[in-house]
């Protein structure tokens, strides 16, 4: 004979689970509901590389430049300053700049934490072409881009830093050091590469209209042939937050 009593027991049993699981899973199902939030990669700095690709850098200048950034990397000197950090990590884009608009990003936001990454990078910084031929020199133009690129990184960074190449004054667009204190208002630090082959006190001007921010610092190149010594120097001081404005740019 069937137990109905059983029966019933067993239903109204599984009515009240059911119950008890719906305001939760509605919860879940509601469009407006909060949803966890995706906790951003942490690094010690956000680096971009602003290099100069005006109608004043020739091609072979211009190989000089990429391949200095990419021997840096190369370098383990800069592999362990970056280990010697908090997280071990930092995240790296390249982006060529000329006139106030003309902005082409050569290498996206690549983190390097080790070896095999730091090769991919400067395998990237190798592999990138150059895009832009001519436009004027906007410094102000690569510092505004700067920030914009900085702004999307995917990553969180105690630094925010812009490291800017060339061998050329802003002579467009509006002042490099209106720029420079609207950057350094929002924490970003500026360090500059002077390249002193076409102007020979470019780098004076970089100290009093380029750089900002705390600890910002210039180290010149005399020409495009130090320019690979002089960026990993510069590198190394960046990761390693240290400022060496007078101590290194003597040497």
């Not at 390249?195 to 006190?201: A, G, Q, R, S």
């Amino acid at each position: 004979m069937i137990d109905l009593r059983a029966g019933f027991r067993a239903i109204f049993a599984l009515a009240i689970t059911l119950a008890l699981s719906l305001p939760a899973t509605a919860a879940q199902n509601a469009p407006n509901a909060p949803r966890p939030r995706t906790a951003e990669p942490q690094v010690d700095v956000n680096l971009v590389l602003a290099v100069d690709a005006s109608g004043s850098v020739s091609e072979d200048r211009f190989e000089l430049q990429k391949r200095g950034y990419a021997a840096a990397f190369r370098n383990p000197k800069v592999l362990t300053a970056i280990r010697n950090g908090n997280y071990g990590a930092i995240s790296v884009s390249m982006v060529q700049w000329t006139g106030p608009t003309l902005h082409v990003v050569v290498v996206p936001w690549m983190t390097v934490r080790d070896q095999a990454s730091a090769l991919a990078l400067a395998n990237a910084i190798d592999a990138a072409p150059r895009r832009i031929f001519g436009g004027g020199t906007s410094l102000s133009g690569a510092i505004d881009y700067g920030v914009i690129m900085l702004t999307a990184s995917p990553t969180t960074a105690t630094r925010q830093v812009i490291d800017i190449s060339g061998d050329g004054s802003n002579n467009i667009g509006r002042p490099a050091e209106q720029a420079r204190d609207e950057a350094v208002k929002l924490g970003i630090r500026i360090n500059g590469l002077p390249i002193l082959t076409v102007e020979p006190d470019l780098d004076a001007y970089y100290r009093q209209f380029v750089v900002g921010g705390p600890g910002a610092f210039v180290i010149p190149a005399r020409n495009y042939d130090q320019f690979a010594d002089a960026i990993l120097r510069k590198l190394i001081a960046e990761i390693s937050a240290i400022a060496p404005a007078t101590r290194l740019a003597a040497r």
